[in-house]
């Protein structure tokens, strides 16, 4: 049992930043891969970002490449996105999610994680 709890969402103009947190608890596993999706209204849950709890491995959607980092502390169990230069376009629910299904690797596809968060809204108004 897994549980993920994500932080840090909120309002804020466009141009300016917010920092997404994602704490897991429950069970410990020597690898897998976090991610980071988003929902908008009316929209198919879309892939954000990744990154392996191993080597640090990432990958980012072309629609926040440059403006968001996702990054890791496996001491605390937590992942974090970094965003930069948002846009009216980013306004969703963004969810954190884990994959530890092998392999290991990075899928941009929601089907691929196993366990997903319950969501933190983040609206830019422009």
């Known amino acids: 049992q897994v549980q993920l709890v994500e932080s840090g969402g909120g309002l804020v103009q466009a141009g300016g930043s917010l920092r997404l947190s994602c704490a897991a608890s429950g069970r410990t596993f020597s690898n897998y891969v976090l991610g980071w999706f988003r929902q908008a209204p009316g929209k198919e849950r879309e892939f954000v970002a990744a990154?392996?709890?191993?080597?640090?491995?990432?990958n980012y959607a072309d629609s926040v490449k440059g403006r968001f980092t996702i990054s890791r502390d496996n001491a605390k169990n937590t992942v974090y996105l970094r965003m930069n230069s948002l846009k009216p376009e980013d306004t969703a629910v963004y969810y954190c999610?884990?994959?530890?299904?092998?392999?290991?690797?990075?899928?941009?596809?929601?089907?691929?994680?196993?366990?997903w968060g319950q969501g933190t809204q983040v609206t830019v108004s422009s």
């Open positions: 999610a884990i994959r530890t299904k092998s392999p290991v690797v990075i899928v941009p596809s929601t089907r691929a994680y196993d366990y």
């Open positions: 990154i392996t709890r191993s080597d640090g491995s990432t």
